[in-house]
């Protein structure tokens, strides 16, 4: 349903810049009929006076009066295929402008048959930073079986009201505000999460989208790992200095 509503978008945007192209040529100000029908009227005027000077002027040779007459007789071809093409773009712009107007309803009836659902907020992402290039980020969901919200904050877990998940979203909380949010049908099953439940989530994911998570999760498992032993050895080296200050100073006394 969503790549058939890109695809007509798509198609509306292409309509209108043909048509576009049709009522504004080359960003004249002018329509591509306008165009033909002012070139017209141009050879119009060109014809008459060349038909005018045979008739009036009889001092003219006679290869003269033959090439006046050749050049009228071509001009008014040339007028004749003007005139056609100048119809043909204005049933083109016609059969267009239909166009434009299917695909906009073809658009706004794609998802008629979803308007009757209902939907509620089911999870909120929040930024936290004064710009959008940095910060921190956290989520706040909700747990429609206790009726709760929950935020959650790297590894950290609590429970919130409903009226601090509001304010926060709404950027009632210094610099944060809500950056994403998630809607879930009212109505939908409830289904608890479980190993079984994941297995079936991850098979209806895109194949991409897995192995970039996969790949992120093994990343930050690695970073995890490293943060973790870094940081005991930091804590021992810390305490052994400590350690042998507290020595040095009782070995003075």
């Known amino acids: 349903m969503f790549d058939e509503k890109k695809s007509l978008k798509f198609r509306e945007k292409r309509v209108d810049q043909v048509i576009e192209g049709i009522k504004d040529y080359k960003d004249s100000n002018m329509s591509v009929m306008d165009v033909l029908g002012y070139a017209d009227n141009i050879l119009a005027e060109q014809i008459e006076e060349l038909e005018k000077d045979f008739v009036e002027v009889n001092s003219d040779s006679a290869d003269e009066r033959i090439d006046d007459v050749t050049d009228a007789k071509e001009l008014k071809r040339f007028s004749e295929i003007l005139k056609k093409y100048k119809e043909k773009m204005a049933i083109k712009l016609r059969n267009l402008e239909e166009k434009k107007t299917y695909i906009k309803k073809k ?120 943060f973790n032993t870094n940081a005991t050895q930091l804590i021992y080296d810390d305490y052994l200095l400590k350690m042998n200050s507290v020595s040095f100073e009782s070995a003075k006394f």
């Not at 706040?140 to 904050?153: A, H, Q, V």
């Not at 098979?203 to 790949?215: A, G, I, R």
């Open 107 to 226: 658009i706004e009836s794609s998802f008629q048959n979803y308007r009757q659902l209902k939907y509620r907020i089911h999870s909120i992402v929040i930024h936290e930073g004064k710009s959008p290039n940095g910060g921190h980020y956290y989520s706040f969901i909700y747990d429609p079986k206790n009726e709760i919200w929950r935020k959650y904050n790297d590894s950290t877990i609590t429970e919130v009201t409903e009226q601090e998940v509001m304010k926060t979203s709404f950027g009632g909380e210094g610099t944060a505000c809500a950056y994403c949010l998630f809607y879930v049908q009212e109505d939908c099953e409830v289904v608890e999460f479980n190993t079984s439940s994941l297995v079936k989530f991850k098979q209806l994911m895109n194949e991409d989208v897995v192995k970039y998570v996969e790949n992120e999760n093994s990343k930050f498992n690695t970073e995890y790992q490293h």
